[in-house]
């Protein structure tokens, strides 16, 4: 039997597709759409009920920000007020890219999007389709990862599809822009103090922003990050299996201390288990990028197989490394029970 397609219409991200998603964006509808990062569900911004719909989608709570996307540094003026000199500089230096500015809210725009927030989070991809959806519809797309909240970012069109298939009309529709080239969310920061703050590690690293502001610092602000940032929860990015974490040196003893079952292995090329007990080699990064390209893929092809556990060892706590242990501190924590 032929399986039933989804109802919402599938279309390569070709120049006549991108017309069209501008044209769904502004009649309030929700366009899945590629990032550098990993793929989004994109609203009108500006709409209350299109953002409140993609909220509905999710499954996200209505207090839980997302990001606004825009395309260029001068927009910031648009959603965002008292902006720093270091956040401009930071635009400047990093937009188009995988790096959020939270700023100060400017009154009357955005509140929706922004979870009723005095602040509001801003980023400028630089995913060549992204970048021209924002560019065609002529506003800021508010766009959260495009899955069910919680759950394992989509790094395909396809993983978009499987977690929102079901959601979506023929009122929307899905942007297909082949496999994201980072992997993991943008780098969040929280630009609201007399210096930036990191609330989310991704492919802008501590390094990075330390060329630009050599005060960034990596402690929590005094305010309740759950409710300010996107992605900040400490459980969140989940599959179904139960994530377990380790360093090279330990990792055979959390394989043979995994619950009875099928268990998968995420780990560098060059770490090969010792112990007896079979695993699934779920991937096999050779360098902290691929690692970071290949995590989520990895976590759904574990729920995939219906496997019970996932051991993960952790990559060097360097460079975008950091990124990867971020999340997969944060899925173990969301899979523990």
């Known amino acids: 039997m032929t399986p039933t397609p989804p109802p919402v219409p599938v279309l390569t991200a070709d120049a006549d597709a991108i017309t069209r998603a501008s044209e769904v964006l502004a009649a309030g509808g929700l366009v899945v759409m590629p990032t550098e990062t990993v793929y989004g569900l994109g609203a009108d911004a500006s709409s209350e009920s299109a953002v409140a719909r993609m909220y509905e989608a999710k499954g996200r709570p ?16 648009a959603w ?7 956040a401009r500089a930071l635009a400047e230096r990093f937009w188009p890219g995988p790096l959020t500015l939270v700023l100060p809210r400017r009154p009357g725009v955005g509140e929706v999007a922004a979870g009723g927030a005095p602040t509001i989070a801003l980023r400028s991809p630089s995913h060549p389709v992204a970048r021209a959806l924002i560019d065609a519809f002529g506003s800021g797309v508010a766009a ?7 759950r394992v ?21 899905v942007l297909n822009g082949g496999d994201c080239a980072i992997g993991v969310e943008s780098t969040i ?25 050599a005060t960034a610092s990596a402690r929590p602000s005094d305010l309740d990050l759950a409710t300010r940032a996107p992605g900040t929860l ?26 009875p079952g099928e268990v998968g292995l995420i780990a560098s090329a060059d770490y090969m288990p010792t112990t007896e007990r079979f695993v699934h080699r779920l991937v096999a990064p050779g360098t902290s990028e691929e690692y970071a390209q290949d995590l989520y893929s990895a976590l759904r092809r574990a729920d995939d197989l219906g496997l019970v556990a996932v051991v993960a060892v952790l990559p060097p706590d360097e460079g975008i490394g950091h990124a990867v242990r971020d999340r997969l501190l944060r899925a173990a924590t969301g899979s523990a029970g």
């Open 62 to 77: 209505a207090d839980h920000p997302v990001i606004v996307h825009v395309l260029r540094a001068a927009d910031l003026d």
């Open 80 to 86: 965002a007020v008292e902006i720093p000199d270091y």
């Open 144 to 150: 959260p990862s495009a899955n069910r909240f919680g």
């Open 153 to 173: 970012s989509p790094t395909t069109a396809q993983h978009a599809l499987d977690e929102l298939g079901d959601v979506l009309t023929e009122h929307d529709l």
């Open 189 to 213: 920061l929280d630009c609201t103090g007399p210096e930036p703050v990191v609330l989310r590690p991704g492919g802008v690293t501590t390094n990075d922003v330390a060329e630009v502001v």
């Open 234 to 259: 400490a459980a969140h990015y989940a599959p179904a299996a139960r994530v377990l974490l380790a360093e090279p040196i330990e990792a055979d003893a959390v394989i043979n201390a995994a619950p």
